[in-house]
């Protein structure tokens, strides 16, 4: 297993240092001076220029490029201007919402995706089959923003469930925490759920078709056994691949219902430094939300050989 | 010398369409203002600093004036009135004001305010201030005792109390403590009747009464944002909610009091619900075409006149919806320097497209490519500048149309840079404060050069004594500004906010965010 990670860890590293370039060239692909637009409309020219010396602009490509790595193995992110702290501080005080708002609805998502995917695959080609797949279209279909908005009328508004925007931290109040959530949380896994099932579907209808099925079934083994032990079993590694997938969505559908129920997240700082041109803070987001993916893509291939024996590396 | 003091502080006797001065939200036959209760605010965003001395964006500055106190402060004719000032008083040369602060105010850390706090507040302002330059002319600062503050200038400046008086980068007192702080990084100690309790960024942020406030008895109740303040609530927690729908919904459950910037297409839905109402915060601005006038065709005053000749305003706010109403002038009607109908104003509204082509025609007019700036961050600035460039369609004008972002788009407009001939923005406090705010504005946009008969009125303006005087010199200086089409006036525009009836005593004067005074019932 160790030999695994390592081996996976050295396959990160190229991918990493593409996502480093790559966050880098922003501040390159902005048009006109970045450093007039990060002083702001209101700047003198010695503020302007200010800017320019402060992030090195006014060195030449390939000595910043340098200068970015360097840093960046130091573990310096940069600094958010609007904030007027790190990235990595900026990042730590937002990152218990966002990380909430995901594992919830990781929670609310993967039973419910399984359960109703499995469900459609058992009864195929029958009406539960056709409402399944029409409710999962539906969910990956219809825009998170729109169906956030009519959620928080309905369930707030008309109904009084829930309270329609704001964040309880859960150290202040777990079961206000709890309800602050339910609502984004669902709707952002209106997507998952839907995608997570079309998936869950496709994947068990292979296996339910093969002979150790048959098999199972002529040996006079319950459906539930046949099914959920050595159905889902041999279909766990498709769901897995799309666990992986459901991870990175939720992290950055988090953006759009963060910023429909206001809660003080990373998605909302992100869009808030991209209102405010606060590309250091951009930059800096982007490239550690980039390494969160390639740790995600990795966690996905260690439990690929967990869930299933046959799966070697070597 | 001239003394200033209270109420006539900087009136001079004129006679102002006064705003009435019914409050909001409670009938005469009201019972007593209820004290107590936390009032809960939904605003589109939170601050990104509540250093007085460098903010000048609503969010900010919604909570720096509940938190801090200038020396002066606008009340609610818009005029100046005292604040921690007891009174000011200017030598007849108008290079010597001398101030007599309040005694037994209070800072939120309990210390008492004195003319040392002042002058170091002054002084790191000129020193961190994007507004500095308003402070260019001072000499001296000095503290002869704790109760006096004097400022001595270079040269005269009778306006100077005009100047401070700006609810943008205002000219708060902090404890002189703070003298050497870096711009953003002050502790959040004002003289204000609300002191700041708890911040977390991006989610709320929560103020509390202050109880060792120490009101301006001199007044008989609050005035704009002066005069006698009564706070009657425990506290006020600002809520950042960016979404429209989300505020009003959280109007409609009652988990919020008070919603800023509700769109006026969704306002029906607040106003269906007999708990709650839509107040109008009008004027907050000016909408104005910038035309550049050192580019290409628009260097040309009589292309520029052309230009005005076929703007038809009505079509324009049509288009853009929101609050507007007409207003040729660069003053709201409301203040010191409106000049109503005083004066014609050929230059507003001409919609007269063969006025435009005759005058295209006399200039040389060939066709050329005239350019309009736009961005893609503000709706009714893309939408204003497509009906413009359809209008100057109709009158020959071969126009193309440029998007780029809003910083670039203000940034060009500032800094006279960028190949444009038209772009669109808005102005605030300017129509407010006068001539003296808007002459950086009005020369900066526009890229204005060389106009001697613009320069020769501002030098009249701020050497005359009399406002009457200044009033004159205002009109010449409109004249050359939207009579040679610099700038082109669309209309003055204004926002709505929600709120439920429960909240009582809300001010109908249209400033920045005032929570003293209101309460719950």
């Known amino acids: 297993m160790l030999r695994l990670i390592t081996i996976k860890l050295l396959q990160a590293a190229p991918v990493i240092l593409v996502v480093s370039i790559l966050a880098f060239l922003l501040m390159s692909l902005l048009p006109g001076d970045p450093a007039v637009v990060i002083a702001g409309d209101q700047a003198s020219p010695e503020a302007i220029a200010a800017v320019r010396h402060s992030l090195g602009l006014d060195r030449p490509f390939l000595e910043r490029l340098g200068i970015w790595l360097l840093r960046l193995a130091q573990g310096e992110f940069g600094s958010s201007l609007m904030l007027n702290q790190s990235v990595l501080s900026a990042m730590g005080e937002r990152l218990p919402v966002t990380l909430s708002l995901a594992g919830l609805s990781l929670a609310i998502t993967l039973p419910v995706g399984i359960l109703i995917g499995s469900i459609a695959a058992y009864y195929r080609q029958t009406w539960v089959d056709s409402l399944v797949m029409t409710v999962a279209l539906v969910g990956v279909s219809i825009p998170g923003f729109w169906i956030a908005i009519l959620a928080v009328i309905l369930f707030s508004v008309v109904l009084g469930w829930f309270p329609s925007s704001g964040y309880v931290p859960f150290a202040q109040d777990p079961v206000l925490w709890l309800r602050s959530l339910v609502l984004p949380a669902s709707m952002l896994s209106l997507f998952q759920i839907g995608f997570l099932a079309r998936m869950t579907r496709s994947a068990m209808l292979d296996v339910l078709s093969q002979d150790f099925i048959r098999t199972a079934r002529s040996k006079g083994l319950s459906e539930w056994v046949t099914v959920g032990k050595h159905g889902f079993r041999n279909a766990l590694v498709l769901v897995i691949t799309a666990m992986g997938i459901l991870v990175s969505t939720a992290l950055g559908g988090s953006v759009v219902i963060e910023q429909v129920f206001a809660l003080p997240g990373v998605g909302r700082l992100v869009v808030q430094g991209i209102m405010a041109r606060d590309y250091p803070l951009v930059q800096g987001v982007m490239l550690i939300y980039g390494f969160a993916f390639v740790a995600i893509n990795l966690a996905v291939d260690v439990l690929y050989t967990l869930a299933d024996p046959r799966v070697r590396y070597d | ?521």
């Open chain 2, 1 to 521: 010398m001239t003394m200033i003091g209270r109420r006539d502080f900087c009136r001079n006797g004129l006679a102002l369409g006064a705003l009435a001065a019914l409050p909001l939200g409670i009938s005469p036959a009201s019972a007593e203002p209820k004290r107590g209760g936390t009032l809960v605010y939904a605003t589109v965003s939170g601050p990104g600093t509540l250093d007085p001395h460098v903010s000048s964006s609503a969010v900010e500055l919604e909570v720096i004036h509940n938190l801090f106190e200038g020396l002066v402060a606008l009340d609610n004719q818009n005029a100046t009135r005292p604040m921690l000032a007891a009174k000011a008083t200017a030598s007849d040369d108008a290079r010597t004001y001398t101030f007599e602060l309040r005694r037994g105010v209070k800072f939120h850390s309990g210390e008492e305010m004195t003319a040392a706090d002042v002058k170091a507040s002054l002084e790191r302002y000129q020193r961190v201030s994007p507004n500095a330059k308003n402070l260019a002319d001072v000499e001296a600062y000095e503290a002869p005792d704790p109760y006096t503050f004097i400022i001595r200038l270079k040269q005269p400046n009778v306006v100077l109390l005009d100047v401070l008086k700006t609810p943008i980068f205002p000219f708060m007192i902090l404890p002189a403590a703070q003298k050497d702080k870096a711009a953003r990084e002050i502790d959040v100690v004002g003289t204000g009747p609300f002191a700041l309790s708890e911040w977390v960024k991006d989610s709320h942020l929560v103020i509390k009464r202050f109880d060792g406030y120490a009101p301006d008895t001199s007044a008989a109740g609050r005035d704009g944002y002066g005069g006698r303040k009564t706070v009657y609530l425990d506290a006020a927690r600002y809520r950042f909610i960016p979404e429209a729908t989300t505020r009003i919904a959280a109007l409609q459950t009652g988990e919020v009091q008070l919603a800023s910037t509700i769109p006026t297409e969704l306002r029906g839905r607040v106003e269906e619900r007999g708990d709650l109402a839509v107040r109008q915060v009008f004027p907050v601005g000016g909408t104005y075409i910038i035309v550049n006038s050192q580019y290409g065709l628009t260097a040309n005053v009589l292309i520029r006149q052309a230009l005005a000749a076929a703007i038809d305003i009505g079509e324009i706010t049509d288009a853009t919806g929101g609050i507007n109403k007409a207003n040729p002038w660069m003053s709201f009607p409301n203040t010191p320097y409106y000049l109503g109908e005083t004066a014609p104003t050929p230059w507003y509204d001409q919609k007269d497209p063969a006025k435009a082509a005759e005058l295209l025609k006399r200039a040389g007019y060939k066709n050329e490519k005239l350019i309009i700036e736009t961005n893609s961050n503000y709706q009714w600035m893309r939408t204003t500048m497509l009906v413009v460039a359809e209008q100057l369609k109709a009158a020959g004008v071969n126009v193309d149309l440029k998007v780029v972002d809003w910083t670039t788009n203000a940034a060009h407009m500032q800094q006279g840079t960028g190949e444009w001939n038209l772009s669109t923005t808005l102005f605030g406090p300017d129509h407010i404060l006068g001539p003296q705010q808007w002459r950086p504005m009005i020369y900066a946009f526009p890229s204005i050069k060389g106009n001697d008969a613009l320069d020769g009125a501002y030098k009249e303006f701020f050497a005359a004594p009399d406002l009457d005087q200044r009033r004159a010199a205002w009109l010449k200086i409109q004249q050359q500004v939207l009579g040679n089409a610099y700038m082109i006036k669309i209309a003055d525009s204004g926002r709505l906010a929600g709120y439920a009836k429960r909240l009582k005593n809300q001010s109908d004067y249209p400033g920045i965010l005032q929570l003293w005074d209101l309460y719950l019932d």
